[in-house]
């Protein structure tokens, strides 16, 4: 059964810090493509950062380049996403997305649960 278990949201002031986590089982997790996503009520869910494997390569919003650092560990099927100088727009559920991409077939995707992170004062 494949799972993806989002973790570390929270409150937090604004130019403070959060490391969100996400343990996932039920597939193999070195082979699959890990995102962020986060979305706000009334709107789409936007793409945050990326990883790849087994590269590393990452790729991130305008919006979040230079604060978030996104990260995984394949020995403990997770990923991380490093939120820093975090902004009152930085509000959002966060999600957690598994992708892998095969040639002529329709692509496995998983998604997390999410987790909800509040930039206030």
């Known amino acids: 059964q494949v799972q993806l278990v989002e973790s570390g949201g929270g409150l937090v002031q604004p130019g403070g810090s959060l490391r969100l986590s996400c343990a996932a089982s039920?597939?193999?997790?070195?082979?699959?493509?890990m995102s962020w996503y986060r979305q706000v009520p009334g709107k789409e869910r936007e793409l945050v950062a990326t990883?790849?494997?087994?590269?590393?390569?990452?790729n991130y919003a305008d919006s979040v380049k230079g604060r978030f650092t996104i990260s995984r560990d394949n020995g403990k099927n997770t990923v991380y996403l490093q939120m820093n100088s975090l902004k009152p727009e930085d509000t959002a559920v966060y999600y957690c997305?598994?992708?892998?991409?095969?040639?002529?077939?329709?692509?496995?995707?998983?998604w997390g649960q999410g987790t909800q992170v509040t930039v206030s004062s």
């Open positions: 990883i790849s494997s087994p590269s590393g390569s990452t």
């Open positions: 997305k598994a992708a892998q991409v095969r040639v002529g077939l329709t692509p496995y995707v998983y």
């Open positions: 039920g597939f193999t997790f070195s082979t699959y493509v």
